[in-house]
């Protein structure tokens, strides 16, 4: 091995287990330990992030209103338009906690999430106004008569 100093000097480099090279006194033992990593507070950056969501009402009925195949007497922008109204029915019929939920799920759209595949293959435009319909589900809940401001 190389060294950075000559042999006289009082400097040497001394190699750890960890791959690392350490300079120290010459007259020093090199067989300190390695310092101790830092404990890992997150997940490594390469790692996937764990994407937990609960179920929400009316689930099941959403995934058979996407997976309903279009008729062939109807337009397809009539049948989608009609999904897309079913879709908002269902949606206005959740809590605003489980309104929150799906904006989560369906705007985070995972490939494991059966209905946040199903959504996403929606047209764009349609998914937009779906989930500020979603969004707006705190407002819509506090303007109905009877409820505390």
């Known amino acids: 091995m190389s060294t950075l100093f000559a042999a006289n000097h009082p400097w040497s480099e001394a190699e750890f287990t960890d791959g690392k090279l350490r300079v120290v006194r010459a007259d020093a033992s090199t067989s300190m330990p390695p310092p101790v990593p830092a404990p890992q507070l997150a997940p490594p950056a390469g790692a996937a992030p764990s994407l937990v969501f609960r179920q929400v009402a009316c689930e099941n009925a959403m995934i058979d209103i996407l997976d309903r195949a279009n008729?062939?007497?109807?337009?397809?922008?009539?049948?989608?338009?009609?999904?897309?109204?079913?879709l908002g029915a269902l949606f206005a019929s959740l809590t605003p906690a489980d309104s929150l939920e799906l904006d989560r799920r369906l705007s985070v759209s995972s490939a494991d999430d059966l209905l946040a595949s199903r959504f996403a293959r929606l047209v764009a435009e349609r998914r937009a106004r779906l989930i500020a319909f979603l969004r707006s589900a705190r407002r819509r809940a506090a303007s109905k008569p009877g409820s505390l401001r």
Do not use: D, I, N
């Open 71 to 86: 008729s062939p007497h109807v337009l397809p922008s009539l049948a989608f338009r009609q999904k897309e109204h079913e």
